[in-house]
């Protein structure tokens, strides 16, 4: 890489009317003062590596979304966060830390959020890049309102930066944005989705832009941006930690996109909804520190190492994770590695149809997040979260988690359902290095008596279905011949009605293969021009008898729905009303914005001895609500139980397996 000149000087800022600098010698920071905006990153040569000319969002910038508390829907004011009052927190030669705080006014009630925000720019000695945190606080004196958004957002030279990064296998040239702007491209459903029919570049016509198809999981979420080509210079957004985000570990969010745009999301409704939507009442305290996140700026001399940008993008995102909790942000909100414990354990699973034995929960998710009911976790977003995976035999440690009251959560692929560990889990404050350790964990998944049948592979996805090629007209070059990324592809949706135009799915078990058989997502059909009508799938299955035992089971979890109603009938297409009705559920528009999986549901329907019958048997899957071709859920995994065995027939049962009998 790239060694800049003067890289050994300590950092400097130089306070003037309206702006403030820091120089560090390897790169140059310019914002404005007292607002805490970023209008200048002068680095390797370029003056400028921001766009500030673009009239309605430029620079680098803090902002959020908020709306009237009762508000419906998901979109509020945009509040662009402009600090009244700087100062310099810490100088010395190692680091210098400012801060700009907007302060709460009555007066402005109705213009911008009731919060406190300190936003804080730290730049150290010798770093080539920066670092930036907000502290939000909602105070006892402020109004209720809603929090729908917020991040930190940097608008890229347009000149510079068309090289988009976020993973080895979703990188590209990307459009400009002029091409989104008709006459040069055409909006699809929605705004984001953009097919380019005349751009500036005939390479891109043809394809559909949509920044939804670049979202990642927040997991995955740890380092994105772009790079220039000429001088060869990289522009990262990097995420140390998860503790600061909203929805858990496989929440999807944006990352970098058109315009050139790259982001750092800690609230939205993306991939949720209104569930997402955080909710503040009148006068209720809350507190909550965001990031540090890292921008980290390279360069190589020789333009044929310019993709190598990347790779040591990715060494220094390790080394950031590595060092986290930083021990320089000066705020006594963000608790440094001393003032933070530990948790450890073993998750097992028991599910007595599957093994007599314990199970080890191999690569389960196990987290710590504000109190709630099993499966809160995915909605919680006014706390943190820690979470980690459980190694092959089921043990998890959980690391450098902040003072507070938490339970211990957590669900395992290959089983439906959500662990809540039955006690709370208090991390005091100042816990120096405490370490807790809960022992062994049984999670017994929900199960009434043996599987009769199943579809799917309960992992929270609808990934294993069936994805249909792409309509050729709406294609994203990068997701052409990546098995992995299908579902990627715009307009997915409308295959449906061409593989099924005249009757609805049906599914043979025994026969039917659901990696073939089995559509990614039960959607409307568009009927003329504008109307949609419900679609009601098929599960054909036989019985060679009906046990009068007792009840049937029917585990239907959903990996995703939008405005949806599920019903389900039971060899009566025409019940009314039908044996089982989900209500109207959801609002992630995980369909639309290409994300396999939204929100997790688990439905468990009791079918009476009474509605089968000995021989063909069908369930009917009905997605009742049609107002538009966006509506509609993903299954993540159906599983038809028996009645539960007697102990003694139970017993039977498991000797003769584990004696090689069927």
Avoid at 19 to 32: A, E, K, P, S
Avoid at 393 to 407: H, L, Q, S, V
Avoid at 442 to 466: H, Q
Avoid at 505 to 519: A, E, I, N, P, Q
Wanted: aromatic share 12%.
């Amino acid at each position: 890489m790239i060694v800049p000149k003067h890289s050994q000087m300590s950092p400097r800022v130089l306070q003037q009317q309206d702006q403030v600098v820091i120089d560090n010698g390897v790169f140059q920071l310019r914002l404005t003062n007292p607002g805490g905006k970023i209008i200048g990153i002068q680095y390797n040569g370029i003056d400028n590596l921001l766009d500030l000319n673009n009239p309605i969002l430029n620079g680098g910038f803090w902002d959020l979304n908020w709306s009237e508390p009762g508000t419906a829907g998901t979109r509020g004011k945009f509040d662009e966060i402009e600090g009244n009052s700087f100062k310099v927190i810490v100088e010395n030669e190692e680091q210098i830390e400012l801060s700009f705080i907007r302060t709460w006014d009555p007066s402005l009630q109705g213009e911008h959020s009731p919060l406190t925000i300190d936003k804080r720019f730290i730049v150290l000695r010798d770093s080539p890049g920066f670092y930036s945190y907000a502290i939000y606080e909602h105070k006892e004196d402020m109004p209720a309102f809603n929090l729908n958004e917020t991040r930190i957002a940097f608008m890229l030279s347009i000149e510079k930066f068309r090289y988009m990064v976020m993973a080895d296998d979703r990188q590209r040239l990307m459009p400009l944005p002029e091409d989104r702007v008709p006459p040069r491209g055409k909006e699809l459903a929605y705004p984001e989705a953009v097919l380019l029919v005349d751009p500036v570049e005939p390479e891109f016509k043809g394809e559909v832009d949509d920044k939804y198809q670049y979202s990642c999981e927040n997991k995955d979420n740890k380092v994105h941006g772009f790079i220039c080509l000429d001088p060869p210079v990289g522009f990262w957004e990097i995420t140390p930690s998860n503790e600061f985000r909203t929805g858990g570990p496989i929440k999807q969010d944006l990352t970098s996109h058109v315009n050139p745009t790259t982001l750092a999301m800690f609230v939205s409704t993306h991939y949720g909804g209104q569930d997402f939507v955080i909710k503040f009442g009148s006068g209720e305290p809350w507190k909550k520190v965001f990031g540090p996140v890292f921008i980290y700026l390279n360069s190589v001399a020789d333009k044929h190492d310019t993709l190598s940008l990347w790779d040591d993008a990715k060494e220094r995102m390790q080394k950031e994770v590595d060092c986290w909790p930083y021990s320089f942000p000066s705020s006594e909100d963000f608790p440094k590695a001393d003032q933070r414990g530990a948790i450890r354990g073993r998750l097992l699973v028991h599910d007595r149809y599957i093994s007599k034995e314990y199970l080890s929960a191999k690569g389960a998710f196990v987290g710590l997040a504000p109190p709630g009911d099993a499966g809160s976790f995915q909605r919680e977003c006014k706390g943190y979260q820690f979470w980690t995976n459980s190694d092959d035999e089921g043990y998890f440690t959980i690391r450098n988690i902040r003072p507070g009251d938490y339970n211990l959560y957590a669900w395992v692929p290959g089983f439906i359902g959500d662990y809540r560990y039955e006690k709370s889990i208090a991390m005091a404050a100042g816990s120096n290095h405490l370490e807790v350790d809960v022992g062994e964990l049984v999670y017994e998944p929900p199960r009434s008596g043996p599987t009769l049948w199943e579809i799917g592979i309960p992992d929270r996805s609808a990934a294993e279905f069936y994805i249909p090629d792409p309509n050729p007209q709406y294609i994203n070059k990068l997701y052409v011949n990546q098995p992995v990324h299908r579902f990627r592809q715009y307009g997915l949706w409308e295959r449906y009605a061409d593989l099924y135009p005249n009757q609805d799915l049906v599914y043979t078990v025994g026969s039917s293969d659901y990696r073939k058989d089995w559509f990614y997502a039960q959607v409307t059909r568009k009927v003329g021009d504008k109307a949609f009508e419900p679609t009601t799938w098929q599960i054909k299955f036989s019985l060679d008898g009906v046990d009068q035992t007792g009840n049937y089971t029917l585990r239907i979890a959903l990996s995703s729905s939008t405005q949806s109603i599920l019903e389900v009938r039971v060899n009566e297409a025409e019940a009314n009303p039908p044996h089982f009705s989900s209500g109207l559920i959801g609002s992630d528009n995980a369909i639309a914005r290409h994300g396999i999986h939204g929100l997790y549901w688990l439905f468990n329907v009791e079918v009476a001895a009474g509605q089968l019958l000995q021989g063909e048997n069908i369930i009917y899957l009905k997605q009742a609500w049609s107002v538009s071709a966006l509506h509609g859920i993903m299954y993540d995994y159906i599983r038809l139980e028996a009645p539960p065995l007697s102990a003694t027939h139970f017993q039977w049962r498991i000797q003769r397996r584990f004696c090689g009998f069927n």
